[in-house]
Each structure stands twice: as structure tokens, then as C-alpha cells.
């Protein structure tokens, strides 16, 4: 479980010992005024539980937002203490397809006919051979290649298809959880992983084009190295030194930028890859 977030959206004026109403020049302020005067903003989050997904439901959350969350596992309300969390949890294998027909049934059960403001594409999997090293494109066999394309690729295609009344009627925007490993070889992250996170940023792009005339926004985050349960044990010793910022990155600090994509202020932002990685790409 991660740490409790230090930014919290709706009281960051009060934390800092600034009334609230004096400044109207935070660009999260729009959506916080929004929020108590509108009705709740929803979230459809897949991969909520662990790492980038609970940061970011907890990031969410803490903004006001209902989150409706997918994983295989059930909810855990000790680990994660969002409101109506569990009856909003929708325990599901995204990586076979032929689940998708239930998760979107079960995800519009609990919507009831309202509207998604964000869909978040964030469950992912890149597995490793049994002693940690990376699968290559000689070693991957086929039942890997298809479980990664139908997690990392796949599910965030479907979901987008289905919810896209939701979403149009919100003037949602999707946020797609692509990585570093999409753009260059990378020492842990295998063949298949690599080819589904560039397949992801690829169709970020295709969607950005095709669901903008219905006023939704289509963009991809590319994490680097993010201190969660995905990492490689030698991350950190092999890769600092190509790190810019000579540190990993933390998952709060990715919720953050998926936050800023979902509000107001990126509303004039659409069919962009954003860099998370401490200038790791440079
Ligand atoms: N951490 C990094 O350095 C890094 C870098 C680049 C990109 N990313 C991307 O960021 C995203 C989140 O990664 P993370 O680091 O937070 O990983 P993580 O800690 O391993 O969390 C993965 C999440 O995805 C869910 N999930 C996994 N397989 C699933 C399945 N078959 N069906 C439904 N849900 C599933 C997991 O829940 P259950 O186990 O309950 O199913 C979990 O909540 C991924 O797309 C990953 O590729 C991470």
C-alpha cells in the first residue's frame, strides 16, 4: 500500500494556512468550486489496488470524485479507504476478452445511467522469465503475447467502446497508462510488454482523432521507473545512474499528472504522450 498523499486537492489552501476563496488562480480551483456546486465526478479506474491505481483513486477520491474500480482482486477496505469502495469494486480478469461484456455490465450497473467524467486505463502486466530477467521477442510464447495485448491493449479498447455514451455525455475524457518501455529497449521490461505499451500510445493517438468530435479527450501517461510492486528488484541500482533526477519516481507523482489530464485545466489537451521518468527519456 502506498503512503498517504501529501497533495490533497480540496484542502491544499487550507494546508498551506491560505483561506481558500482568495485564490482563484490554482488551476485545480475551477474544478474544486465545480465540484460542490455540480453533482460528483466519477472515475472508472482499472488496476485501482496496488501502486499508480491506488494513488490515483486515493488522489480522486480525496478531490471529491466516485470511483468505480476493476481488479482480480476482491476490495480491500483497509488498504483502500475510498467512500462505497467496495460496492463500486468490480473484481474481474481484464486479460481475457472475453470478460469484457461482464465488466462493462457490472461497471454500468453501478453507474445507473449517469455520466463517466474519466476513464483510466492503468492495469498492466509485464512478466518476467522465472528468475527476473526480461522476455524477449525469441523467448515470449504465444499465451504471453496474447495475455499482455488483451490486458495492456485490448481491455483499454473495449472499455473506451462501452462507456462511450458515459463518457460523451460528460465530456469525459480517458487517460491510457503507457510506459517508457514503449519508446526504447528496456533492461526488465519484455518484448511483448514493450510492443503493447507502443500499440497503447499508438492507439492513444487514433482515439485522440476519433472521439474529439464527441468533445472527449483521448491522452497517455508514460511512466518511468515507478516505485511499485512492477519494478525489477536492480531497478534502482542499474538505472539511477540514467536518471537525470537520480531518484525513481513515486506513485503519487503520477497520479498527479492524471489528475491534471481529467480536470479543466488540460481542456485543450488531447492525443499527447506525457514523459513521467525524471527526464530518464532524454
Ligand atoms: N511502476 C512502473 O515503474 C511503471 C512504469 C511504466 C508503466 N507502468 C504502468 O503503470 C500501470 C500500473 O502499474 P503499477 O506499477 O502500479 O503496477 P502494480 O503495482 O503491479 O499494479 C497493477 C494493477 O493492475 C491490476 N491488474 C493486474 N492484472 C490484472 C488483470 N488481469 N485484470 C485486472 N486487473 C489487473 C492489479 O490488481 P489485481 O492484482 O487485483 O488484479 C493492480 O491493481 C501499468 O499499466 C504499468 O504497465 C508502470
Keep these: 500500500m502506498e503512503g498517504r498523499l501529501d497533495l490533497d486537492v480540496r484542502n491544499e489552501h487550507e494546508v498551506r494556512g491560505q483561506p481558500a476563496a482568495a485564490d482563484t488562480s490554482c488551476p485545480f480551483h475551477a474544478d474544486r468550486a465545480g465540484m460542490q456546486q455540480a453533482e460528483c465526478k466519477t472515475l472508472v479506474l482499472t488496476g485501482a489496488s496496488r501502486g499508480i491505481g491506488h494513488a490515483t483513486a486515493k ?41 469484457l461484456p461482464y465488466a462493462l455490465t457490472k461497471i454500468k450497473e453501478r453507474l445507473a445511467g449517469t455520466p463517466v467524467h474519466a476513464l483510466i486505463n492503468n492495469a ?29 491493449l485490448v481491455a483499454p479498447i473495449l472499455l473506451a467502446q462501452g462507456l462511450f455514451d458515459e463518457l460523451k455525455a460528460a465530456s469525459g475524457s480517458i487517460v491510457n497508462v503507457t510506459s517508457i518501455a514503449g519508446s526504447r529497449v528496456h533492461p526488465f521490461a519484455g518484448s511483448a510488454y514493450a510492443t503493447s505499451k507502443a500499440a497503447l500510445a499508438c492507439l492513444t493517438r ?8 464527441h468533445g472527449i479527450r483521448v491522452n497517455a501517461i508514460a511512466p518511468g521507473e515507478i516505485k511499485t510492486d512492477i519494478l525489477s528488484p536492480d531497478t534502482e541500482a542499474r538505472l539511477l545512474p540514467t536518471i537525470p533526477l537520480r531518484r525513481v519516481g513515486t506513485p503519487d507523482e503520477v497520479a498527479r499528472v492524471i489528475f491534471f489530464l481529467c480536470s479543466d485545466a488540460a481542456s485543450y489537451v488531447t492525443g499527447t504522450e506525457v514523459p513521467i521518468n525524471g527526464g530518464q527519456h532524454l
Design 59 to 99: 488522489l480522486f477520491s480525496d478531490a471529491g470524485w466516485r470511483i468505480i474500480s476493476c481488479a482480480r482482486q476482491p476490495f480491500d477496505g483497509a488498504r483502500c479507504p475510498w467512500e462505497a469502495g467496495a460496492t463500486d469494486h468490480v473484481q474481474v480478469d481484464l486479460s481475457d476478452h472475453r470478460m
Design 124 to 152: 498492466g502486466v509485464s512478466p518476467k522469465t522465472p528468475t527476473g530477467t526480461r522476455l524477449t521477442s525469441l523467448t515470449t510464447s504465444v499465451e504471453t503475447w496474447m495475455k499482455v495485448f488483451h490486458l495492456n
Design 206 to 213: 487514433e482515439m485522440a482523432h476519433d472521439y474529439a468530435p
